[in-house]
C-alpha cells in the first residue's frame, strides 16, 4: 500500500519516534509499505515518522538503477556497501561507532526538491533488530552510510536543513513555508539521473 509521505512543515517530522517492543505481522505489514512507497517515490530511504508512523524503524535501498528501475549495478558500490542485504530494514537503530567525514548532496522526500551538502561519518557501525526481532550489526561507507544517518535523524524529529547553517536553513524554511513545493516535473521530462540527486 502507497503511503503518504508528510512534508516540511508538518509537526509530526519534529516529534521523536518511539522505540518498537511488538514484532509481529503489524510491523511486518508496516515495512512492506514503507518500501513500496519508498520505491514509488522514487527514494533511496524512508522512516516511519516520515508517513505518520512515530516508531523507530527506517527502510533503505540505495542499490544504483538502470533504466528500468532494476537496483543491480553493484561494480558501483564499496566493498563494505555490497556486503549488506537490500532493501534493509532497520528497527530501533543505533550507530556505535562513526569514522572519518564525508559530505554529501542530501535531498529528502519530506522536503522534495531541495538538496544542500551535509557533513556526516565517511564509515559507520549501526547496531538494529530486523522485522522478527533479531538484532545484527551492520559496518558500511558510501552513499548507504550517509543514508542510515540521514533517517536516523529523522527518528529525532531532525531534518538535514538543520545541519546547515542557521542562514541557509532558515532561508529554505521560509521558501517552502511562502512558496511551498516546487511542481514536479512529468515523467519522462526529468534531466538529473538518480545518481546525481538521490531524495531520502
Known amino acids: ?12 517530522l519534529r516529534e521523536v519516534a518511539q522505540p518498537v517492543e511488538k514484532f509481529g505481522a503489524d510491523l511486518k505489514k508496516l515495512a512492506d509499505d514503507m ?12 522512516a516511519a515518522p516520515q ?18 528501475g532494476r537496483r543491480y549495478k ?4 564499496s566493498e563494505l556497501e555490497q556486503a549488506v542485504p537490500q532493501p534493509l530494514i532497520l528497527i530501533n537503530p543505533e550507530i556505535v561507532k562513526g569514522e572519518g567525514k564525508t559530505t554529501f548532496d542530501e535531498g529528502c522526500l519530506s522536503l522534495p526538491g531541495y538538496f544542500e551538502t551535509v557533513e556526516r ?4 557501525e549501526m547496531k538494529a ?21 540521514h533517517e536516523l535523524d529523522h527518528l529525532e524529529g531532525t531534518l538535514f536543513i ?7 536553513g532558515n532561508k529554505i524554511k521560509n521558501q ?15 534531466t538529473t539521473s538518480d545518481e546525481e540527486k538521490c531524495e531520502v
Open 51 to 68: 508517513v505518520g508512523e512515530l516508531v523507530r524503524m527506517v527502510v533503505i535501498d540505495t542499490r544504483p538503477k538502470d533504466d528500468s
Open 121 to 124: 561519518y565517511e564509515t559507520i
Open 162 to 168: 538543520d545541519h546547515l547553517s542557521f542562514v541557509k
Open 35 to 46: 518500501i513500496e512507497t519508498m520505491y514509488d517515490a522514487n527514494g533511496i530511504g524512508l
Open 176 to 190: 517552502i513555508k511562502k512558496y511551498g513545493y516546487p511542481v514536479k516535473e512529468k515523467e519522462g521530462e526529468s
Open 74 to 77: 553493484y561494480d558501483e558500490m
Open 129 to 149: 533488530f530486523d522485522v522478527n526481532g533479531k538484532e545484527f550489526v551492520v559496518r558500511t561507507d558510501g552513499l548507504l552510510a550517509i543514508c542510515m544517518q
Open 1 to 12: 500500500m502507497i503511503m503518504k509521505i508528510l512534508t516540511f512543515p508538518d509537526p509530526k
